[in-house]
């Protein structure tokens, strides 16, 4: 594949995601109930200890936000209009300062270098194409600051047999309403950067739920 049919087919991918969630963002809440009530109980201890100038990859409909911390500086960002809409209205809730802008998580136009104390992603890669997900990861690199850390929630085939031929049955709804897959490679995305090293994985249920967590290096 030439460079230029290369752009040509990450471009088209990066439409058919975005205008995927410009229709599921108008029903996002209402389908990701039934997962919300458990991801709820998460997701403080998933920013408590996060601080300073952070940036949320994919941030949604803007369901972390109410667990910020009063100190930290928030850049929220997503690829949907819709989606960012959502997002305006719970940032009105939080307690620290946000700025939410539509952008493309592959490429961060508005988004400064070196910036950014930590990054912080919750089921962004997962419903990237693996075509997209390294690009993501070297912006992720970009904009994080020498030192700087980054924690991301991703999804992944359970290894229990019984319970991956579970997943398997829903994997479609799942691809065709979020554009999520349960076998992304982020783990393996991210070992492969020369700038992100990881300090930390870990599941919050099963071995489904994946943490991935660590520092970018000079």
Known sequence: MTPSSLTG????KNRLLQ?????????????????????RRWRP???KDVRGSVLEAGVGTGRN???YHPDVALTA????????????????????????????????????SNHFDWLV?????????DELQPLAIKQFERVLKPGGRFRLL?????????LKRLFQLFSPFVEKVYGARFDRNTLDYVQESSKL????TYFLKWDVYLVIEGVRVE
């Open 9 to 12: 087919s990450i471009n088209e």
């Open 197 to 200: 090293r990881i300090s930390k």
């Open 77 to 112: 960002i997503d690829l949907s209009e819709v989606m960012v809409r959502r997002a305006m209205k719970r940032a009105k809730s939080a307690d620290c300062e946000i700025k939410i802008c539509q952008e493309d998580a592959t490429i961060m136009k508005s988004i400064p």
């Open 45 to 47: 201890g998933l920013l």
């Open 65 to 67: 936000l109410k667990y």
């Open 154 to 162: 991703e999804m992944k085939y359970p290894g229990n047999p019984g």
């Open 19 to 39: 205008a995927k969630y410009d229709i599921t963002g108008r029903f996002y809440d209402i389908l990701d109930y039934p997962w919300e009530r458990q991801y």
């Open 121 to 129: 992603s919750t089921f962004l890669c997962c419903v990237m194409p």
